[in-house]
């Protein structure tokens, strides 16, 4: 019986909820909460809206970076295939062309990593390959269209787009790796110096100073303090040789039964730099021998002695004299008690060149005065 009242009013009652024009019914649907809108794909998967695809000979690509702890790659590539840049790890610039199968390859990848639709891609790690890309299509359905990013490669890496840096990133790796990178940095300061020692060119800025013959001895000088001299045997060089001219090494026991040793090394020094250069640098290119073989000045274990030097300079574009005194404890070695020694020095502060010529050493028996 309740069941049959409440049916009834609800029958009742609903003609006059309604209304003869459906206005209640346009009510509740406006008061009705409304689905939340799909979010828009991000710009950076495949979701978005997809771009036209580039086309080969129909794009240029600018690639930089942002490495913290050495050089990065940066590579420009013209619509031809031609481009210029260098591999990471140097800024010795490259020039080449893709071939046609490269090129396609190339053209694949970066249709394939979305790289006109990719927006930034930034991670919070430390020290990270950060890399920026500009695509600009010049041809083809996607004419007009440029687009830049940022790419930090950490622990979430995109695949696609990893893959698309390095294709564009090894044709530089080859050519570095032949041999053929020998341009000038376009990222280095007018007077800062690249180069290597031993190599055969340093620039300054963005021109080249070849080391051959017929510049033997030659200087270029650098803004960042360093200098660099010619050696036609050995390529650039410090700028700095010396010889030793006399050497006197005082040996004792002490009081207290340490054995000690006192070495006054006079050297001539041609410094052809533009700066002054410490000559007590020359303890790391001595060698002493006797009877042909090399001997320590020192013994001294378990690291037990440290020896004193005390700090001479050679002043620039000058040739001089400069004394090194040298002193330290040690334990018993075959410098104590050698009856001829001899010393030897690198004719540049450089590992890689040869010793010269000894000189004998004049040994007292006793400490100095």
């Not at 695949?159 to 080859?174: G, H, K, N, S, Y």
């Not at 650039?236 to 006197?248: G, I, L």
Request: hydrophobic share 40%; glycine share 10%; proline share 9%.
């Amino acid at each position: 019986m309740v069941r049959s009242l409440v049916l009834g009013l609800l029958v009742a009652l609903t003609p006059a909820c309604r209304g003869g024009d459906g206005s209640a019914d346009a009510a509740l649907a406006l008061a009705a909460p409304m689905p939340d809108a799909a979010p828009a794909p991000p710009l950076d998967t495949p979701d978005a809206a997809p771009a036209p695809p580039l086309e080969s000979g129909g794009y240029r690509v600018e690639l930089t970076n942002d490495f913290s702890w050495g050089p990065g790659p940066r590579l420009s590539l013209a619509e031809d295939g031609s481009f210029t840049g260098h591999a990471e790890g140097t800024l010795w610039e490259c020039a080449g062309a893709l071939t046609t199968a490269e090129q396609a390859a190339l053209t694949d990848a970066l249709n394939a990593s979305y790289v006109l639709r990719r927006g930034d891609h930034r991670e919070l790690c430390a020290d990270e390959p950060i890399y920026m890309l500009e695509v600009t299509a010049t041809g083809g359905t996607a004419a007009g269209l440029t687009n830049r990013f940022r790419y930090e490669d950490c622990e979430e890496p995109i695949a696609v787009l990893d893959t698309a840096i390095d294709r564009l990133v090894a044709p530089l790796r080859a050519l570095a790796s032949a041999g053929a990178c020998r341009s000038c940095p376009i990222e280095t300061g007018s007077s800062e110096c690249y180069g290597d020692l031993g190599g055969a060119r340093v620039c300054v800025g963005t021109t080249a100073h070849d080391c051959a013959a017929a510049n033997d001895e030659a200087v270029v000088d650098c803004a960042s303090v360093r200098s660099f001299q010619c050696d036609a045997e050995l390529g650039w060089a410090p700028p700095v040789r010396w010889t030793p001219v006399a050497a006197v090494l005082h040996r004792w026991l002490d009081e207290f039964g340490y054995h000690s040793v006192d070495l006054q090394l006079t050297l001539a020094v041609d410094n052809a730099g533009v700066t002054t250069f410490d000559v007590s640098d020359v303890v790391s290119y001595w060698r002493f021998d006797t009877n042909g073989a090399e001997i320590p000045l020192v013994v001294s274990n378990p690291n037990m002695w440290a020896g004193s030097i005390g700090l001479v300079g050679a002043p620039p574009r000058a040739q001089t004299q400069a004394i090194v005194r040298y002193s330290s404890g040690t334990d018993p070695g075959p410098v104590l008690t050698a009856t001829a020694v001899q010393v030897s020095v690198r004719g540049r502060p450089w590992d890689a060149a040869p010793f010269g010529p000894p000189i004998d050493v004049t040994i007292v028996d006793g400490p100095p005065p």
